[in-house]
């Protein structure tokens, strides 16, 4: 208890200082995000230098791929004592860190920046920094997909209706529109071998429609929204069966409207930002759900130097340090206070469409499946596979569901992995 309470003292004081003029030493900071060398020497030489001209603080980091950096905080943990003052990792990390105990409860921290008042985190994000009942991170940045459309096809937008609010019925008119208007098929989906269409099915469409990745796989609604892929298929660009990054159809002017992640968006807001919108994902019966690829920042409960770590960790979340993140390796802010200040130009016409869509107060943000270990590569093809019987092949669709069911549950069963949100959080996920 006195650990606890000198523990909240500490963090009072120093996220109340307005300005850091701290003591010197070092903080060690390690990730799995930032491998490759042009970003290693990015976070080295900007992010992080800019903290210890700020500071007088050091910052040594430490990037590893995903083994090395787990074993290495696993094996600090267990010794009871290391190096390490903050780690930053993807959502799907944290569960095992929480179990092995070696992140700390970041709700002070959080609560703490909070009342700064200068940046608010989203929601959605918010709720599943929480694992196991403690806050497992601090949201840190994202990635996502989302809908860009050349700013010609939006005369077809069904009228009277708002695309920011787009809803899967918006997104079929929409393409029925342009067919009928110029003899094309203009929407697009990035279904080739190295697409991520997959994504779309497990993050976007089935828990718009079923309020679920896993749970409600072969449900009523569930056929529902089959029927609607077949019919979505028939206004959907016939090249999509090669289409693999988005932005190349886009800048062609094939397609008119695409779904893709972020980064394979980009290049054609980069080339020509004036000629794309970039929108939320639809909305369908049950919310407006989209994949967040979310990272999160924690001290280790061991950390040597927790006055540095927590600095650091108001320094990364900060709306100018999103911003610059951004800017230098393409993860988007978690806060819409960062979101609104990005300078004019593709970044600005991106970075609005993820806060639009992240901020939606239908939002419901779906997770990456965890727990699935050397099978996770099994996990979306059930998906992909479910899109070919039915949409292409045209095979009955309980038929298709009941077997594809088996098969996840076999996956699941096997893994005893948790349920991916927004389902709840059973071991194993069996389908209903």
């Known amino acids: 208890m006195r650990r606890a309470l000198r523990w909240g003292v500490l963090l009072v004081a120093v996220l109340a200082l307005p300005a850091w003029p701290g003591p010197a030493g070092e903080v060690v900071f390690t990730s799995n995000q930032f491998t490759p060398v042009e970003e290693q020497e990015w976070a080295r030489n900007t992010l992080l230098a800019r903290f210890t001209q700020e500071t007088g603080i050091g910052v040594r980091f430490v990037t590893e791929n995903e083994g090395p950096y787990v074993d290495r905080l696993l094996a600090e943990a267990r010794s009871g004592r290391g190096s390490i003052d903050v780690t930053g990792t993807l959502?799907?990390?944290?569960?095992v860190l929480v179990a092995e105990r070696v992140v700390r409860d970041m709700g002070e921290i959080q609560r703490q920046l909070d009342a700064r008042r200068d940046r608010t985190f989203y929601r959605d994000l918010l709720a599943v920094s929480r694992i196991e009942g403690m806050q497992a991170f601090v949201p840190w940045m994202q990635a996502t997909y989302l809908i860009a459309a050349r700013r010609e096809a939006l005369r077809y937008f069904p009228q009277g209706r708002n695309p920011m609010r787009m809803t899967y019925d918006d997104l079929m008119q929409w393409g029925q529109n342009i067919?009928?208007?110029?003899?094309?098929?203009?929407?697009?989906?990035p279904v080739g071998p190295r697409g991520l269409y997959g994504r779309f099915l497990h993050g976007y469409a089935y828990p718009s429609f079923t309020g679920s990745q896993v749970k409600r796989f072969k449900s009523r609604e569930a056929v529902n929204m089959w029927q609607y892929l077949r019919r979505l298929w028939g206004v959907t660009h016939p090249s999509s069966f090669r289409y693999e990054f988005m932005h190349e159809p886009l800048l062609l002017g094939e397609v008119w409207v695409a779904w893709d992640h972020t980064a394979r968006l980009l290049p054609a807001l980069r080339q020509r930002p004036e000629e794309f919108v970039v929108l939320p994902s639809p909305a369908g019966p049950r919310g407006?759900?989209?994949?967040?690829?979310?990272?999160?920042?924690?001290?280790?409960?061991?950390?040597?130097?927790?006055e540095a770590a927590v600095r650091l960790v108001e320094y990364l979340t900060r709306p100018s340090t999103q911003v610059l993140t951004l800017q230098g390796v393409g993860f988007f802010p978690v806060s819409p206070e960062a979101a609104r200040v990005v300078p004019t130009g593709g970044l600005k016409v991106m970075a609005d469409g993820v806060a639009a869509q992240a901020g939606a107060p239908d939002a419901r943000t779906a997770l990456l499946p965890i727990g699935l270990g050397a099978r996770t590569g099994e996990f979306v093809p059930v998906y992909v596979d479910t899109f070919?019987?039915?949409?292409?092949?045209?095979?009955?669709?309980?038929?298709?569901?009941?077997?594809?069911?088996?098969?996840?549950?076999?996956?699941?069963?096997?893994?005893?992995?948790p349920c991916p949100p927004?389902?709840?959080?059973?071991?194993?996920?069996?389908?209903?």
Do not use: K
Request: proline residues 12%; hydrophobic residues 35%.
């Open 179 to 189: 067919r009928e208007a110029t003899g094309e098929r203009r929407l697009g989906f």
């Open 288 to 306: 407006r759900s989209f994949l967040s690829v979310v990272a999160g920042l924690s001290l280790t409960r061991w950390s040597p130097n927790p």
């Open 91 to 95: 959502h799907g990390i944290f569960p």
């Open 422 to 432: 927004p389902d709840p959080p059973e071991r194993p996920c069996r389908p209903d």
């Open 388 to 417: 070919r019987l039915i949409a292409i092949e045209g095979r009955p669709i309980e038929d298709v569901l009941a077997a594809q069911a088996r098969r996840l549950e076999e996956l699941y069963r096997a893994t005893n992995a």
